[in-house]
């Protein structure tokens, strides 16, 4: 099993571009979610779904898109890049709603 | 709101010594406790989780964590450390099936001197 693949592993955009980090996972799970990582600051939730056709926001939603069209993928878009979503992102998903996370190995996103 | 607090950013120690990381959450209910462990350029690995029951939980690679209600802490140890630990340590909190959406806290790195 592959588990959580996420791509691309390192992007550098200008700011105003726009991209879609990819994420997909392989073990049926039902719970994906998408994090990013700052120094100093954790890991803070961008958007979560529970299933297919259905997204929420998380802590962090502004400037982020997601779409859930199958239960294996889960793009994060940025529609118009800034500065300020230069991080490292992790997609994870889960079986169920018990938050036990399966975590990619990360995309780092520089915005000029 | 569900909050996490590890107040030590950096702890260094000998390799054999013991180890306790310090988490401290907020939360309005019984929540879902986790310590997940990243070692540099990598993602999240999960070493231990506490849903209920006994509040002592065991997790790979020798980690153990308490949780204690009445101080609103989660913490881990491990009774000797090993230079393969270094790595940054984070603790967070989820609502009871809440479906992803843990708060996490913004890391404890743990330096291993030889």
């Known amino acids: 099993n592959a588990g959580v693949t996420q791509t691309p592993k390192f992007q550098v955009l200008k700011t105003g571009q726009s991209m879609t980090l990819q994420c997909a996972q392989d073990m049926n799970h039902e719970y994906m979610s998408w994090y990013r990582q700052d120094p100093g600051m954790g890991l803070r939730l961008i958007h979560y779904s529970v299933g297919a056709g259905i997204t929420d926001q998380g802590e962090v939603p502004n400037g982020y898109n997601v779409s859930r069209s199958t239960t294996e993928d889960f793009p994060l878009r940025l529609l118009s890049a800034a500065p300020s979503q230069t991080s490292v992102y992790f997609c994870a998903s889960s079986y169920d709603g018990a938050n036990v996370l399966t975590f990619g190995a990360g995309s780092r996103l520089t915005v000029l | 709101a569900q909050s996490v607090t590890q107040p030590d950013i950096h702890i260094t120690v000998s390799e054999g010594a013991s180890l306790e990381l310090r988490c401290n959450y907020s939360?309005?209910?019984?929540?879902?406790l986790f310590w997940y462990v990243q070692s540099p350029g990598q993602g999240l690995q999960l070493l231990l989780k506490y849903f209920s029951g006994d509040t002592l939980v065991q997790g790979i690679k020798g980690f153990e964590a308490e949780f204690k209600r009445s101080q609103s802490s989660f913490n881990l140890r491990k009774p000797s450390v090993h230079w393969s630990d270094a790595a940054e340590y984070f603790c967070a909190v989820g609502p009871t099936g809440g479906g992803n959406k843990l708060t996490f806290g913004t890391g404890t790195q743990l330096k291993v001197e030889l």
């Open positions: 939360y309005g209910a019984t929540p879902y």
